[in-house]
Protein backbone atom coordinates (compact mmCIF):
# COMPACT_ATOMS: atom_id res chain seq x y z
CA UNK A 1 0.00 0.00 0.00
CA UNK A 2 1.48 3.16 -1.08
CA UNK A 3 2.58 4.59 2.38
CA UNK A 4 0.79 8.18 1.25
CA UNK A 5 -2.30 6.60 2.35
CA UNK A 6 -1.17 4.22 5.52
CA UNK A 7 -2.20 6.78 8.14
CA UNK A 8 -4.75 6.50 10.57
CA UNK A 9 -7.28 9.07 8.80
CA UNK A 10 -7.62 7.92 4.98
CA UNK A 11 -7.22 10.52 2.84
CA UNK A 12 -10.72 11.53 1.07
CA UNK A 13 -12.15 13.16 -2.17
CA UNK A 14 -14.00 16.67 -0.52
CA UNK A 15 -16.71 16.18 -2.83
CA UNK A 16 -18.16 12.59 -2.18
CA UNK A 17 -15.69 11.02 0.75
CA UNK A 18 -14.45 8.70 -1.87
CA UNK A 19 -11.49 7.16 -0.06
CA UNK A 20 -8.01 7.61 -1.86
CA UNK A 21 -8.78 9.84 -4.42
CA UNK A 22 -6.39 9.91 -7.23
CA UNK A 23 -6.22 13.33 -8.54
CA UNK A 24 -6.30 17.23 -7.14
CA UNK A 25 -6.82 20.69 -8.38
CA UNK A 26 -3.99 22.86 -7.65
CA UNK A 27 -5.55 26.10 -7.73
CA UNK A 28 -8.46 25.25 -5.63
CA UNK A 29 -6.95 22.49 -3.13
CA UNK A 30 -9.17 19.97 -3.51
CA UNK A 31 -8.55 16.31 -3.29
CA UNK A 32 -11.29 14.76 -6.39
CA UNK A 33 -11.85 11.22 -7.32
CA UNK A 34 -12.54 10.74 -10.87
CA UNK A 35 -16.11 10.86 -10.76
CA UNK A 36 -16.11 14.13 -9.28
CA UNK A 37 -13.68 16.03 -11.73
CA UNK A 38 -16.04 16.65 -13.93
CA UNK A 39 -18.50 18.09 -11.27
CA UNK A 40 -15.61 20.56 -10.34
CA UNK A 41 -14.99 21.48 -14.02
CA UNK A 42 -18.39 22.59 -13.99
CA UNK A 43 -17.80 25.57 -11.62
CA UNK A 44 -17.10 28.17 -13.95
CA UNK A 45 -17.03 30.79 -10.84
CA UNK A 46 -13.20 29.68 -10.66
CA UNK A 47 -9.93 28.89 -12.70
CA UNK A 48 -9.09 24.74 -12.19
CA UNK A 49 -6.10 23.18 -12.89
CA UNK A 50 -6.48 19.51 -12.06
CA UNK A 51 -3.55 16.95 -11.55
CA UNK A 52 -2.84 13.77 -10.34
CA UNK A 53 -2.40 13.56 -6.31
CA UNK A 54 1.26 12.51 -6.67
CA UNK A 55 1.70 15.94 -8.69
CA UNK A 56 -0.05 18.70 -6.01
CA UNK A 57 1.30 21.94 -5.33
CA UNK A 58 3.51 21.90 -8.53
CA UNK A 59 1.07 24.50 -10.50
CA UNK A 60 2.62 28.07 -9.59
CA UNK A 61 -0.22 30.21 -8.52
CA UNK A 62 -0.30 33.62 -9.70
CA UNK A 63 -2.12 36.04 -7.65
CA UNK A 64 -4.91 38.70 -8.95
CA UNK A 65 -3.80 42.48 -10.08
CA UNK A 66 -5.37 44.46 -7.57
CA UNK A 67 -5.15 47.68 -10.64
CA UNK A 68 -6.66 45.17 -13.40
CA UNK A 69 -9.19 42.25 -12.10
CA UNK A 70 -8.89 40.22 -15.20
CA UNK A 71 -5.45 39.74 -15.16
CA UNK A 72 -2.88 37.46 -13.36
CA UNK A 73 0.48 38.78 -11.80
CA UNK A 74 3.07 37.07 -13.48
CA UNK A 75 5.71 39.36 -13.02
CA UNK A 76 7.20 40.94 -9.48
CA UNK A 77 8.82 44.71 -9.40
CA UNK A 78 11.52 45.08 -7.37
CA UNK A 79 11.76 48.52 -6.95
CA UNK A 80 7.80 48.97 -6.17
CA UNK A 81 7.91 46.03 -3.71
CA UNK A 82 4.90 44.23 -5.51
CA UNK A 83 3.31 41.80 -8.15
CA UNK A 84 2.78 43.57 -11.95
CA UNK A 85 0.54 41.97 -14.77
CA UNK A 86 1.24 42.81 -18.54
CA UNK A 87 -0.41 46.00 -18.54
CA UNK A 88 1.02 47.27 -15.37
CA UNK A 89 4.17 47.09 -17.00
CA UNK A 90 3.94 48.87 -20.54
CA UNK A 91 2.89 51.50 -17.81
CA UNK A 92 4.45 54.50 -16.83
CA UNK A 93 5.18 53.68 -13.25
CA UNK A 94 7.38 50.97 -13.82
CA UNK A 95 9.30 52.41 -15.93
CA UNK A 96 12.79 51.45 -16.23
CA UNK A 97 12.42 48.90 -13.05
CA UNK A 98 13.75 45.56 -12.82
CA UNK A 99 11.09 42.69 -12.91
CA UNK A 100 11.59 39.49 -11.62
CA UNK A 101 9.40 36.05 -12.69
CA UNK A 102 6.77 34.76 -10.02
CA UNK A 103 9.07 31.57 -9.88
CA UNK A 104 12.19 33.57 -9.01
CA UNK A 105 9.85 35.60 -6.32
CA UNK A 106 8.55 31.96 -4.74
CA UNK A 107 12.04 30.84 -4.93
CA UNK A 108 13.28 33.86 -3.02
CA UNK A 109 10.68 33.93 -0.47
CA UNK A 110 11.10 29.83 -0.01
CA UNK A 111 14.66 30.03 1.03
CA UNK A 112 13.70 33.18 3.96
CA UNK A 113 11.01 31.53 5.21
CA UNK A 114 12.82 28.65 4.93
CA UNK A 115 15.31 29.61 7.34
CA UNK A 116 12.52 30.99 9.98
CA UNK A 117 10.82 28.07 9.96
CA UNK A 118 13.90 26.41 10.67
CA UNK A 119 14.72 28.41 13.22
CA UNK A 120 11.68 28.67 14.76
CA UNK A 121 10.98 25.59 15.49
CA UNK A 122 14.29 23.81 16.43
CA UNK A 123 15.75 26.93 18.60
CA UNK A 124 13.63 29.18 19.69
CA UNK A 125 10.23 27.19 20.36
CA UNK A 126 12.25 24.07 22.64
CA UNK A 127 14.15 27.57 24.34
CA UNK A 128 10.67 28.85 25.11
CA UNK A 129 9.31 25.59 26.22
CA UNK A 130 12.54 25.33 28.41
CA UNK A 131 12.28 28.42 29.96
CA UNK A 132 8.59 27.72 30.71
CA UNK A 133 9.57 24.33 31.76
CA UNK A 134 12.58 25.73 34.33
CA UNK A 135 9.72 28.16 35.95
CA UNK A 136 7.04 25.23 36.81
CA UNK A 137 10.15 23.15 38.48
CA UNK A 138 10.86 26.44 40.47
CA UNK A 139 7.19 26.82 41.04
CA UNK A 140 7.01 23.34 42.55
CA UNK A 141 9.88 23.80 45.46
CA UNK A 142 8.09 27.13 46.53
CA UNK A 143 6.02 25.21 48.81
CA UNK A 144 8.49 23.30 50.54
CA UNK A 145 10.78 26.08 51.02
CA UNK A 146 8.86 28.57 52.54
CA UNK A 147 6.94 25.41 54.28
CA UNK A 148 10.30 24.92 56.38
CA UNK A 149 10.42 28.91 56.68
CA UNK A 150 7.22 28.96 58.69
CA UNK A 151 7.57 25.60 60.70
CA UNK A 152 10.98 27.14 61.57
CA UNK A 153 9.21 30.46 62.91
CA UNK A 154 6.49 28.11 64.34
CA UNK A 155 8.48 25.66 66.62
CA UNK A 156 10.47 28.68 67.85
CA UNK A 157 7.00 30.48 68.79
CA UNK A 158 6.13 27.65 70.72
CA UNK A 159 9.25 27.40 72.86
CA UNK A 160 8.93 31.14 73.62
CA UNK A 161 5.15 30.74 74.89
CA UNK A 162 2.65 32.84 74.97
CA UNK A 163 4.80 36.00 74.40
CA UNK A 164 5.97 36.38 71.36
CA UNK A 165 2.47 35.42 69.35
CA UNK A 166 2.73 38.58 67.92
CA UNK A 167 5.92 37.98 66.84
CA UNK A 168 5.65 34.73 65.01
CA UNK A 169 2.43 35.98 63.31
CA UNK A 170 3.95 39.13 62.32
CA UNK A 171 6.69 36.66 60.32
CA UNK A 172 4.27 33.89 59.06
CA UNK A 173 2.44 37.17 57.21
CA UNK A 174 5.71 38.44 55.77
CA UNK A 175 6.42 34.46 54.70
CA UNK A 176 2.67 34.38 52.69
CA UNK A 177 3.63 37.68 51.67
CA UNK A 178 6.63 36.75 50.24
CA UNK A 179 5.39 33.43 48.90
CA UNK A 180 2.64 35.38 47.31
CA UNK A 181 5.01 38.13 46.00
CA UNK A 182 7.41 35.31 44.11
CA UNK A 183 4.72 33.10 42.93
CA UNK A 184 2.44 35.95 41.15
CA UNK A 185 6.00 37.14 39.99
CA UNK A 186 6.53 33.77 38.49
CA UNK A 187 2.85 33.30 37.04
CA UNK A 188 2.95 35.89 35.52
CA UNK A 189 6.67 35.30 33.32
CA UNK A 190 4.64 31.97 33.11
CA UNK A 191 1.29 33.54 31.10
CA UNK A 192 4.11 36.02 29.34
CA UNK A 193 6.11 33.15 27.96
CA UNK A 194 3.20 30.72 27.22
CA UNK A 195 1.84 33.35 25.42
CA UNK A 196 4.28 33.49 23.61
CA UNK A 197 4.32 29.77 22.96
CA UNK A 198 1.13 30.04 21.36
CA UNK A 199 2.57 32.65 18.99
CA UNK A 200 5.40 30.69 17.99
CA UNK A 201 3.17 27.60 17.37
CA UNK A 202 1.00 29.70 15.39
CA UNK A 203 3.53 31.33 13.17
CA UNK A 204 5.05 27.82 12.59
CA UNK A 205 1.70 26.32 11.64
CA UNK A 206 1.36 29.64 9.22
CA UNK A 207 4.70 29.43 7.79
CA UNK A 208 4.47 25.66 7.03
CA UNK A 209 0.88 26.50 5.30
CA UNK A 210 2.89 28.40 3.07
CA UNK A 211 5.60 26.13 2.87
CA UNK A 212 3.38 23.73 1.28
CA UNK A 213 1.47 26.02 -0.88
CA UNK A 214 2.66 27.77 -3.96
CA UNK A 215 0.79 30.85 -3.19
CA UNK A 216 2.15 33.85 -4.47
CA UNK A 217 0.26 36.26 -2.37
CA UNK A 218 0.86 34.48 0.78
CA UNK A 219 4.76 34.25 0.02
CA UNK A 220 4.81 37.57 -1.52
CA UNK A 221 2.80 39.01 1.89
CA UNK A 222 5.34 37.22 4.67
CA UNK A 223 6.54 39.00 7.11
CA UNK A 224 9.16 37.72 9.17
CA UNK A 225 8.44 37.93 12.99
CA UNK A 226 12.03 35.85 13.99
CA UNK A 227 13.13 39.11 15.57
CA UNK A 228 11.15 39.69 17.63
CA UNK A 229 10.99 36.26 19.26
CA UNK A 230 14.63 36.60 19.33
CA UNK A 231 14.57 38.69 22.32
CA UNK A 232 14.43 36.29 24.80
CA UNK A 233 11.67 37.70 27.70
CA UNK A 234 13.74 38.90 30.86
CA UNK A 235 14.12 36.14 33.58
CA UNK A 236 13.32 36.79 36.86
CA UNK A 237 16.30 36.51 39.16
CA UNK A 238 15.09 35.44 42.89
CA UNK A 239 17.52 35.70 46.23
CA UNK A 240 15.05 33.44 48.61
CA UNK A 241 14.41 34.61 52.06
CA UNK A 242 15.75 32.72 54.67
CA UNK A 243 14.75 32.62 59.09
CA UNK A 244 17.75 33.12 61.03
CA UNK A 245 17.07 32.37 64.47
CA UNK A 246 18.46 34.26 67.69
CA UNK A 247 18.95 32.30 70.74
CA UNK A 248 16.12 33.46 73.31
CA UNK A 249 16.44 36.74 75.49
CA UNK A 250 13.04 37.76 76.76
CA UNK A 251 13.75 41.61 77.19
CA UNK A 252 14.85 41.73 73.11
CA UNK A 253 12.23 39.24 72.12
CA UNK A 254 11.51 41.22 68.83
CA UNK A 255 15.17 41.45 68.03
CA UNK A 256 16.16 38.27 69.09
CA UNK A 257 13.34 36.15 67.98
CA UNK A 258 15.31 36.07 64.52
CA UNK A 259 15.39 38.07 61.19
CA UNK A 260 13.37 37.23 57.65
CA UNK A 261 16.03 38.08 55.16
CA UNK A 262 13.96 40.18 52.12
CA UNK A 263 13.11 38.56 49.21
CA UNK A 264 14.98 39.78 46.38
CA UNK A 265 13.64 39.59 42.85
CA UNK A 266 15.89 40.70 40.19
CA UNK A 267 15.40 40.81 36.34
CA UNK A 268 18.52 39.34 34.46
CA UNK A 269 18.34 40.18 30.51
CA UNK A 270 18.86 37.02 27.97
CA UNK A 271 20.87 38.18 24.67
CA UNK A 272 20.36 36.07 21.63
CA UNK A 273 22.99 33.63 22.11
CA UNK A 274 21.20 30.74 21.33
CA UNK A 275 23.55 29.29 19.50
CA UNK A 276 26.61 29.52 22.00
CA UNK A 277 26.83 27.90 25.12
CA UNK A 278 25.41 29.96 27.87
CA UNK A 279 28.54 31.55 30.22
CA UNK A 280 28.58 30.91 33.99
CA UNK A 281 28.06 33.83 35.80
CA UNK A 282 28.82 32.90 38.69
CA UNK A 283 32.35 34.31 40.42
CA UNK A 284 35.26 31.90 41.60
CA UNK A 285 36.46 32.36 45.02
CA UNK A 286 39.45 34.93 44.71
CA UNK A 287 42.35 35.34 47.45
CA UNK A 288 43.76 38.28 48.54
CA UNK A 289 47.50 38.50 47.56
CA UNK A 290 50.10 38.58 50.36
CA UNK A 291 51.82 41.91 48.89
CA UNK A 292 49.28 43.71 46.25
CA UNK A 293 51.17 45.09 43.27
CA UNK A 294 51.04 48.10 41.00
CA UNK A 295 50.31 47.29 37.46
CA UNK A 296 50.66 50.29 36.17
CA UNK A 297 50.23 54.81 36.89
CA UNK A 298 48.29 57.14 34.39
CA UNK A 299 49.09 60.85 34.27
CA UNK A 300 45.58 62.45 34.47
CA UNK A 301 47.08 66.25 35.05
CA UNK A 302 44.20 67.50 37.17
CA UNK A 303 44.57 69.32 40.52
CA UNK A 304 42.60 67.45 42.45
CA UNK A 305 41.78 64.40 41.38
CA UNK A 306 38.85 63.00 42.80
CA UNK A 307 37.10 60.02 40.73
CA UNK A 308 37.69 56.96 38.59
CA UNK A 309 35.02 54.84 37.21
CA UNK A 310 35.70 51.81 35.08
CA UNK A 311 34.01 52.14 31.29
CA UNK A 312 35.40 48.89 30.32
CA UNK A 313 38.48 46.84 31.62
CA UNK A 314 40.70 48.86 28.87
CA UNK A 315 39.36 52.22 29.37
CA UNK A 316 38.32 54.82 32.50
CA UNK A 317 36.66 57.88 33.08
CA UNK A 318 38.18 60.77 35.62
CA UNK A 319 37.09 63.90 37.15
CA UNK A 320 38.49 66.08 39.37
CA UNK A 321 38.98 70.59 39.90
CA UNK A 322 37.75 71.04 36.16
CA UNK A 323 34.56 70.89 34.23
CA UNK A 324 35.96 68.60 32.02
CA UNK A 325 35.75 64.79 32.52
CA UNK A 326 38.34 62.59 30.84
CA UNK A 327 38.50 58.99 29.19
CA UNK A 328 41.63 57.47 29.17
CA UNK A 329 42.81 53.72 28.21
CA UNK A 330 45.48 51.80 30.78
CA UNK A 331 48.27 52.76 29.15
CA UNK A 332 47.12 56.68 29.99
CA UNK A 333 46.31 57.71 26.32
CA UNK A 334 43.74 60.54 26.95
CA UNK A 335 40.57 59.37 24.29
CA UNK A 336 37.92 61.65 24.85
CA UNK A 337 37.26 64.86 27.45
CA UNK A 338 33.70 65.78 28.11
CA UNK A 339 32.98 69.39 29.47
CA UNK A 340 29.60 69.39 31.97
CA UNK A 341 26.59 70.84 29.74
CA UNK A 342 26.75 73.47 33.07
CA UNK A 343 30.39 74.19 33.00
CA UNK A 344 30.66 73.44 36.51
CA UNK A 345 33.17 70.85 38.26
CA UNK A 346 31.27 67.56 37.79
CA UNK A 347 30.33 66.66 41.82
CA UNK A 348 31.21 62.87 41.34
CA UNK A 349 30.89 60.62 38.01
CA UNK A 350 29.94 56.54 37.07
CA UNK A 351 28.94 54.87 34.83
CA UNK A 352 25.78 52.73 33.64
CA UNK A 353 25.57 49.02 32.61
CA UNK A 354 24.97 50.18 29.01
CA UNK A 355 28.50 52.32 28.95
CA UNK A 356 26.76 55.67 29.60
CA UNK A 357 28.38 58.23 31.73
CA UNK A 358 26.79 60.01 34.61
CA UNK A 359 27.54 62.77 36.48
CA UNK A 360 25.90 65.19 39.16
CA UNK A 361 25.81 68.55 39.33
CA UNK A 362 26.15 69.94 42.78
CA UNK A 363 25.90 73.60 41.90
CA UNK A 364 22.99 73.09 39.44
CA UNK A 365 21.41 70.62 41.41
CA UNK A 366 21.11 68.20 38.46
CA UNK A 367 22.11 64.58 37.35
CA UNK A 368 22.67 64.41 33.96
CA UNK A 369 23.52 61.33 31.57
CA UNK A 370 26.28 61.41 28.29
CA UNK A 371 24.69 59.47 25.60
CA UNK A 372 25.12 59.09 21.86
CA UNK A 373 27.65 62.23 22.64
CA UNK A 374 24.70 64.50 23.40
CA UNK A 375 24.88 65.69 26.86
CA UNK A 376 21.30 65.54 28.74
CA UNK A 377 19.77 66.58 32.20
CA UNK A 378 17.64 63.42 33.87
CA UNK A 379 17.17 64.86 36.75
CA UNK A 380 16.69 68.74 38.84
CA UNK A 381 16.63 68.68 42.56
CA UNK A 382 14.70 71.38 44.53
CA UNK A 383 15.94 72.46 48.20
CA UNK A 384 18.48 69.80 47.86
CA UNK A 385 22.18 69.34 46.05
CA UNK A 386 23.37 66.49 44.92
CA UNK A 387 27.06 64.48 45.13
CA UNK A 388 27.64 60.90 44.72
CA UNK A 389 26.29 58.41 42.70
CA UNK A 390 26.36 54.79 41.50
CA UNK A 391 24.91 53.04 38.58
CA UNK A 392 23.14 49.97 40.53
CA UNK A 393 23.19 46.38 38.74
CA UNK A 394 19.62 46.65 38.17
CA UNK A 395 19.83 50.07 36.53
CA UNK A 396 18.53 51.96 39.40
CA UNK A 397 20.69 55.26 40.30
CA UNK A 398 21.65 56.08 43.63
CA UNK A 399 22.25 59.44 44.78
CA UNK A 400 23.77 60.81 47.80
CA UNK A 401 22.52 64.56 48.48
CA UNK A 402 23.02 67.17 51.33
CA UNK A 403 20.09 69.44 52.39
CA UNK A 404 20.22 73.33 51.04
CA UNK A 405 20.70 74.09 55.01
CA UNK A 406 23.46 71.44 55.15
CA UNK A 407 20.79 69.91 58.39
CA UNK A 408 20.20 67.08 56.26
CA UNK A 409 21.74 64.18 53.88
CA UNK A 410 19.75 61.05 52.67
CA UNK A 411 20.27 58.47 49.65
CA UNK A 412 17.75 58.26 46.94
CA UNK A 413 17.04 55.58 44.31
CA UNK A 414 15.68 56.70 40.90
CA UNK A 415 14.60 53.66 38.76
CA UNK A 416 13.55 55.51 35.39
CA UNK A 417 14.69 58.78 36.74
CA UNK A 418 12.01 58.79 38.75
CA UNK A 419 12.41 58.96 42.68
CA UNK A 420 11.11 55.13 43.95
CA UNK A 421 13.15 55.01 47.63
CA UNK A 422 14.27 57.60 50.26
CA UNK A 423 17.05 56.04 52.70
CA UNK A 424 17.46 58.82 55.97
CA UNK A 425 16.74 57.64 58.91
CA UNK A 426 17.40 54.34 61.49
CA UNK A 427 14.33 51.88 63.02
CA UNK A 428 14.70 54.63 65.61
CA UNK A 429 14.20 57.31 63.52
CA UNK A 430 17.62 58.51 64.05
CA UNK A 431 20.08 59.61 61.05
CA UNK A 432 22.02 57.33 59.16
CA UNK A 433 24.41 60.00 57.47
CA UNK A 434 26.19 63.22 58.69
CA UNK A 435 24.77 66.77 56.84
CA UNK A 436 28.46 66.50 54.91
CA UNK A 437 28.28 66.76 51.16
CA UNK A 438 31.39 64.61 51.37
CA UNK A 439 30.16 60.94 50.43
CA UNK A 440 30.59 57.84 48.12
CA UNK A 441 28.30 55.53 47.50
CA UNK A 442 28.52 51.97 45.99
CA UNK A 443 26.10 49.00 45.68
CA UNK A 444 27.49 45.83 46.77
CA UNK A 445 27.09 42.14 44.77
CA UNK A 446 24.42 41.35 47.99
CA UNK A 447 22.49 44.57 47.06
CA UNK A 448 23.62 46.14 50.14
CA UNK A 449 24.05 49.95 49.81
CA UNK A 450 27.47 51.14 51.17
CA UNK A 451 28.15 55.03 52.03
CA UNK A 452 31.94 56.63 52.91
CA UNK A 453 31.05 59.14 55.58
CA UNK A 454 33.73 61.55 55.56
CA UNK A 455 32.64 63.57 58.30
CA UNK A 456 31.35 61.15 60.38
CA UNK A 457 34.46 58.73 59.60
CA UNK A 458 32.76 55.59 59.24
CA UNK A 459 31.43 53.43 56.39
CA UNK A 460 27.91 53.03 56.83
CA UNK A 461 25.88 49.65 55.07
CA UNK A 462 22.11 49.63 54.97
CA UNK A 463 20.20 46.10 52.72
CA UNK A 464 18.61 47.03 49.85
CA UNK A 465 15.27 47.99 52.05
CA UNK A 466 17.70 51.01 53.44
CA UNK A 467 18.00 49.26 56.96
CA UNK A 468 20.63 49.81 58.80
CA UNK A 469 23.26 46.77 58.27
CA UNK A 470 26.44 47.80 60.61
CA UNK A 471 29.05 51.13 60.34
CA UNK A 472 32.22 50.23 59.92
CA UNK A 473 34.51 53.33 61.92
CA UNK A 474 38.38 52.16 61.17
CA UNK A 475 40.68 49.43 62.38
CA UNK A 476 42.77 50.24 65.48
CA UNK A 477 45.93 48.89 64.02
CA UNK A 478 46.33 52.16 61.67
CA UNK A 479 47.36 54.55 63.84
CA UNK A 480 48.63 57.65 61.66
CA UNK A 481 46.09 59.36 61.60
CA UNK A 482 42.02 59.37 62.05
CA UNK A 483 39.78 56.98 59.34
CA UNK A 484 39.05 59.52 56.84
CA UNK A 485 37.25 57.48 54.21
CA UNK A 486 36.68 58.90 50.99
CA UNK A 487 36.03 56.43 48.06
CA UNK A 488 34.11 53.49 48.00
CA UNK A 489 33.77 50.44 45.37
CA UNK A 490 33.06 46.67 46.04
CA UNK A 491 34.51 43.51 44.06
CA UNK A 492 33.02 40.12 42.65
CA UNK A 493 33.83 38.56 46.16
CA UNK A 494 31.41 41.27 47.49
CA UNK A 495 34.17 42.62 49.73
CA UNK A 496 34.15 46.63 50.20
CA UNK A 497 36.76 48.47 49.45
CA UNK A 498 37.18 52.33 51.07
CA UNK A 499 40.32 55.17 50.47
CA UNK A 500 41.44 55.94 53.85
CA UNK A 501 43.04 59.96 52.76
CA UNK A 502 44.75 60.70 55.59
CA UNK A 503 46.35 57.35 56.35
CA UNK A 504 47.63 56.79 52.76
CA UNK A 505 45.94 53.01 52.30
CA UNK A 506 42.95 51.21 51.33
CA UNK A 507 40.94 48.98 54.01
CA UNK A 508 39.28 45.97 52.60
CA UNK A 509 36.45 44.80 54.64
CA UNK A 510 33.98 41.54 54.22
CA UNK A 511 30.29 41.75 53.40
CA UNK A 512 30.10 41.61 56.77
CA UNK A 513 32.06 44.80 58.36
CA UNK A 514 34.92 42.47 59.07
CA UNK A 515 37.80 44.05 58.33
CA UNK A 516 40.23 41.81 55.62
CA UNK A 517 43.57 43.77 55.28
CA UNK A 518 45.28 47.04 54.33
CA UNK A 519 46.69 48.40 50.73
CA UNK A 520 49.29 49.96 51.82
CA UNK A 521 52.32 49.15 50.04
CA UNK A 522 52.16 50.35 46.30
CA UNK A 523 53.12 54.21 47.19
CA UNK A 524 49.86 55.94 47.54
CA UNK A 525 49.37 59.26 48.65
CA UNK A 526 46.21 60.83 49.33
CA UNK A 527 44.02 58.12 47.99
CA UNK A 528 40.78 59.48 47.14
CA UNK A 529 38.47 57.50 44.33
CA UNK A 530 37.93 53.94 43.61
CA UNK A 531 36.49 51.89 41.28
CA UNK A 532 37.12 48.14 39.79
CA UNK A 533 37.19 46.58 37.00
CA UNK A 534 35.37 42.97 35.86
CA UNK A 535 38.91 41.32 36.40
CA UNK A 536 38.89 42.90 40.07
CA UNK A 537 41.89 45.45 39.15
CA UNK A 538 41.65 48.12 41.78
CA UNK A 539 41.66 51.50 40.22
CA UNK A 540 43.08 54.49 42.84
CA UNK A 541 42.35 58.24 42.24
CA UNK A 542 45.12 60.44 44.26
CA UNK A 543 44.16 64.03 44.60
CA UNK A 544 47.12 65.70 44.94
CA UNK A 545 49.11 63.96 42.51
CA UNK A 546 46.30 63.68 39.66
CA UNK A 547 47.59 59.95 38.91
CA UNK A 548 45.57 57.09 38.80
CA UNK A 549 46.98 53.97 39.98
CA UNK A 550 46.04 50.45 38.78
CA UNK A 551 46.32 47.51 41.62
CA UNK A 552 46.32 43.70 41.65
CA UNK A 553 45.15 42.54 45.08
CA UNK A 554 43.34 39.51 44.56
Same mark, same amino acid.
Given at each position: ?15 ? @?????? $? ?60 ? +? ?22 ? #?? %? ?5 ? %? ?64 ? @? ?6 ? @? ?29 ? %? ?44 ? &? ?39 ? +? *? ?12 ? $? ?14 ? #? ?40 ? &? ?16 ? $? ?48 ? !???? $????? !? ?22 ? +? ?52 ? *?? !? ?12 ? *?
Amino acid at each position: MDPRYSAQDVLRCDLC @DTPVPP $MYCDLCEVKLCKACVGEHLSDLSNEHKVVPFIKRGSTVRHPKCSKHADNQCELYCQECDTSV +CAICISSNSHKGHTFLTALEILNF #KR %KAIEKDF %KELQTLLHPKYEQLASEIKREKSGLETHYSKLTTTATQLGEVWHRQVDVIVNRRKSNIDEMKSKHL @DVLTKQED @DITHIISELKQTIRDLRRILDSNDVSLASSY %KSRNSEFRALPSTVKVTLPSFSPHENDTERLDELFGSLSALSITTE &EHGYTLRTPECDSSHPVKALLDEPQLITTIETGYNGLRSVT +C *LNDEEIWTRGESKF $MKLYDIRGKLLKSSKS #KSGNSPEDIDVTSDGELVYTDREARTVNIVKNKQMKEVIRLQ &EWKPNSICSTSSGDLLVT $MVSDDIEQSKVVRYSGFKETQVIQFDDQGRPLYSSDHLKYISENRNLDIC !VADN $MAKEV !VVVNQAGQLRYKYTGHISKSKGPF +CPYGITTDSQSQILTADYYNDCIHILDQDGQFLRYIDNCGLHGPWGLCVDERDN *LF !VAEFNSGKVKKIRY *L
